[in-house]
Each structure stands twice: as C-alpha cells, then as structure tokens.
C-alpha cells in the first residue's frame, strides 16, 4: 500500500483562490516532498521539509509538518491557472536499517484553477 | 548540464519482448531511482540505487532488473514484457538521497500489446 496518502484527489478552484492539499503517511519519516506534475511531463520539486520542521515557506507555497499525526499539508495562496497540476507528497525513509533510503510517493492530488 | 535523460520518449512491444529503457545524468548524482506511473496508482518506485554497484529491490520490482556500473548510466531492462508493463516510467536522481531534491527524467511511455 501507498505510504502517502493525498486528500482530495481533486481539487476544482477560482483564480485568486487558495488551495490546500493535504498527504498522511503511516511510517516514522526522514523529509517530506512535494512535487509538481504538469500532464504528460516529469515531476519537478517543490519543497522539502524535514522531520524536525514544522512549518517551511517558499513563494507562494507554505508546507506543515505533523509527525504526531503523520500529515502534512500543502498551501497554495493567491493561486494562478498556471497552477493547474498534479500535485504528489513523498516520504523518504530508512530502508530496513541501512542507511539507504526509499522515497515513496502519494497518488496525488489533481489541481484544477479556472481563469 | 542536460540533467536527467531518457530514452526512447515511447515504445511499443508485444508481450514477451525484452527491452532495456535508458536513463543517464550528467550531476554526477550518486542516488538513482525507477517509478512507474498508472493512472490512480501514483508513483511506484522499482529500483534505486545508492552508488555506481549497488542496487535494490523498491515496491514493485517483479519483472524488471537494474544494474549500475558507472554513476552516469542507471538502465531498466524489461526481461519479459507483459501488459501489465503498460505504464508510464520515470527515472529520477539526486545528489544524497536524504536530503535533496530528485530531478525527474521525462518519462518513456511503453504499451505492452
């Protein structure tokens, strides 16, 4: 089963608009990622936040952190069409006590902004 | 740097065919991965490696092998396709796999007929 785990699946807004997509995992975690895929391209990196952060800004972007829940949550303010993407979490964590990790991603979520 | 590349773009076999899908970097990355991506499945990862030699199994690694013989080069080899291989696939790499971001290769597209 997916480690991650992304509600909504979809997510249908305004232009100006905020948008919150929120991913739980089941697994103590080392960093959290968040990714952006436009259609029928490759993944490009958001941001990353740690296990011992809590809270991290980049732009327009904010990202929490809840170990305790095992959640995070990604905000997007003021949000553009250009926005318009799949959105996935990913949790990395330690690969049955070695030092190696696996990244394992969340189904995602699918943003859609209307002009 | 043409960061990380794949090739072919698209590809389509009959069911038990071999093929070998490619993925190089030029970051001199030392973390490499595979995922495959259906659709309502997300990202599934079937191979990474941690360093030019070492290889290891991620969560769907039935039907396909890896191998890494120098850091640049991080092959996927379908031995025997079926179409249930009908995916998209992705290679991704970073410099440390526990910190840093993964850079993602365009994707192969592959139908299994």
């Known amino acids: 089963s997916q480690q991650g785990e992304e509600d909504p699946q ?12 929120n991913c739980s995992y089941k697994t103590s975690i080392n960093n959290l990622q968040w990714y952006r895929q436009n259609s029928g391209r490759g993944l490009v990196h958001l941001i990353l936040i740690r296990s011992n ?11 929490t952190l809840d170990t305790s829940k095992k959640s995070s949550s990604l905000l997007i303010t003021a949000s553009r069409a250009a926005d318009t993407a799949s959105y996935f979490c990913a949790t990395l964590t330690n690969a049955g006590g070695t030092s190696y990790g696996k990244l394992t991603f969340g189904q995602g979520t699918i943003l859609t902004v209307h002009p | 740097n043409a960061g990380v590349t794949q090739t072919p773009k698209f590809q389509v076999l009959k ?60 092959p996927l080899r379908l031995l025997s396709a079926a179409p249930s291989q009908t995916s998209v696939y ?24």
């Open chain 1, 10 to 21: 979809a997510l249908s807004i305004q232009e100006g608009e905020n948008a919150t997509m």
């Open chain 1, 53 to 63: 952060e809590r809270e991290k800004h980049s732009g327009r972007l904010r990202v």
């Open chain 2, 15 to 74: 069911t038990g065919q071999s093929m070998t899908l490619q993925c190089a970097q030029d970051m001199n990355h030392e973390y490499m991965s595979w995922y495959r991506q259906d659709p309502g499945m997300g990202l599934r990862l079937i191979h990474y490696s941690v360093g030019a030699g070492i290889t290891d199994q991620g969560e769907v690694p039935n039907g396909y092998n890896v191998s890494r013989s120098t850091t640049e080069d991080f």
């Open chain 2, 90 to 113: 992705f290679c991704a790499s970073s410099y440390s796999q526990s910190t840093d971001t993964q850079y993602f290769g365009p994707g192969t597209r592959l139908t299994v007929l």
